[in-house]
């Protein structure tokens, strides 16, 4: 199932979801023309193309991308599936330990 946002349980329209992702293609492919004729320019520049690319789409020495959404709440949800994967673990090998126990009896 398809939300309209994080911690809501509206469902998206086929159409909406279409339209949505259209778009976000649309900006994908932009952004990657973009990029490529900045390298082209570059090269016809001769520099140091990392070191442009670098200082033109990184901050801090880090990608700077533009994370839309709710990061805490994705990171509650993966804190606890990981917590269900370590408990479910723990369990199974405590009640494998716990048979071989009886059987060695």
Same mark, same amino acid.
């Given at each position: 199932? @398809?939300?309209?946002? /994080?911690?809501?349980?509206?469902?998206?329209? #086929? *159409?909406?979801?279409?339209? $949505? #992702?259209?778009?976000?293609? !649309?900006?994908?492919?932009?952004?990657?023309?973009?990029?490529?004729?900045?390298?082209? !320019?570059?090269?016809? /520049?001769?520099?140091?193309?990392?070191?442009? #690319? $670098?200082? !033109?789409?990184?901050?801090? *020495?880090?990608?700077?991308?533009?994370?839309? *959404?709710?990061? !805490?709440?994705?990171? +509650?949800?993966? #804190?606890?599936?990981? /917590?269900?994967?370590?408990? *479910?673990?723990?369990?199974?090998?405590?009640?494998?330990?716990?048979?071989?126990? +009886?059987?060695? @009896?």
């Amino acid at each position: 199932m @398809q939300t309209t946002a /994080a911690n809501t349980s509206k469902q998206l329209s #086929f *159409g909406e979801l279409e339209s $949505t #992702f259209s778009k976000e293609v !649309k900006d994908a492919n932009d952004w990657y023309a973009k990029v490529r004729a900045d390298e082209l !320019k570059w090269i016809a /520049a001769e520099v140091d193309v990392d070191a442009e #690319f $670098t200082n !033109k789409y990184y901050e801090n *020495g880090s990608p700077s991308v533009d994370v839309s *959404g709710d990061n !805490k709440h994705n990171q +509650l949800w993966l #804190f606890a599936a990981v /917590a269900a994967v370590v408990l *479910g673990l723990l369990l199974l090998y405590f009640r494998t330990s716990q048979k071989r126990a +009886l059987e060695s @009896q």
